[in-house]
């Protein structure tokens, strides 16, 4: 529902860019994908009802997660309220799917790298051991982690910024512009990267004293994401969890994953399917 409805969203845009061909943009989109816009407003606003009232009704219980202060503060009506639940949804439950589905699918259609991942993890003992610190100093979960980001970031196009009127790459930039680069375009630029389309973890395991890479996943500057470590520890947890507990692989030819996902914003990815097994242990 809400990647559907993220696709509808894009049309105001587009009407404003494309005046003249208002009449016709609604039907480049799906009815379901309009209708699926309308239901998931609608589930946002009445979770945010729900939140307030609690609050209301134990302000002093109901002020430990985000939306606490935001409430209490008194400042953003329901309307910024509801826009800021979506935009909190979108950042921090899609992203994270994202990137957990992406890291199933590279690892099953790579199995060296599924297996040595398996030893690192499963290297550590028992299920107890698997904590967010522990799970920080990890190199190959690391490794792979980044190259899943690199390789299908769950942000792919670019996040614009505002010029104060500056050359890039020997062009001017006038002030005020809107300015971004599609993140998938930077990390597969044959140009700075080695055979980008290929999934190689160990590009990430500097020797040597060679230059690490740099991922733009949760951009960068200022304005990178704020939730960068929350999503570093749940994405940790939850692949390490998944390893150390079941043997899994593709359950059938999936062919090329990547090349069939479509990017609305948002991506929309085909079908995955994998068998999960508990791992035998001896």
Not at 142 to 163: D, Q
Not at 199 to 216: C, S, V
Request: net charge neutral; hydrophobic share 45%.
């Amino acid at each position: 529902m809400l990647r559907d409805g993220a696709h509808a969203a894009m049309l105001p845009a587009l009407m404003e860019r494309m005046p003249l061909l208002r009449s016709i943009l609604p039907y480049l989109v799906s009815k379901s994908a309009i209708q699926n816009r309308e239901k998931h407003y609608a589930y946002t606003k009445e979770a945010v009802r729900k939140r307030v009232r609690l609050q209301e009704k134990n302000p002093e219980k109901a002020t430990a997660d985000i939306f606490g202060p935001i409430i209490a503060n008194g400042k953003m009506d329901e309307t910024s309220l509801v826009s800021f639940a979506q935009g909190m949804v979108i950042a921090g439950a899609d992203t994270v799917a994202h990137a957990l589905t992406a890291a199933t699918y590279f690892l099953c259609a790579n199995l060296s790298c599924l297996k040595e991942l398996q030893d690192e993890i499963r290297g550590l003992g028992s299920y107890e051991e698997l904590t967010g610190t522990r799970l920080a100093s990890l190199p190959y979960l690391n490794a792979v982690l980044e190259e899943t980001l690199r390789a299908m970031p769950p942000i792919a196009f670019g996040l614009p910024r505002i010029s104060p009127g500056e050359y890039v790459d020997g062009h001017f930039v006038p002030a005020g512009a809107a300015v971004s680069a599609g993140h998938f375009v930077i990390v597969h630029n044959e140009s700075e990267w080695e055979d980008p389309y290929a999934f190689r973890p160990e590009r990430w395991l500097a020797e040597g004293g060679a230059p690490r890479p740099r991922n733009l996943a949760f951009s960068t500057g200022p304005r990178a994401c704020l939730g960068l470590g929350q999503a570093w520890l749940e994405i940790r947890l939850a692949l390490a969890k998944l390893i150390h507990t079941y043997d899994m692989e593709l359950a059938r030819d999936h062919g090329d994953w990547l090349e069939e996902a479509k990017m609305f914003m948002m991506w929309r990815e085909a079908p995955l399917m994998v068998n999960y097994r508990p791992r035998k242990t001896y």
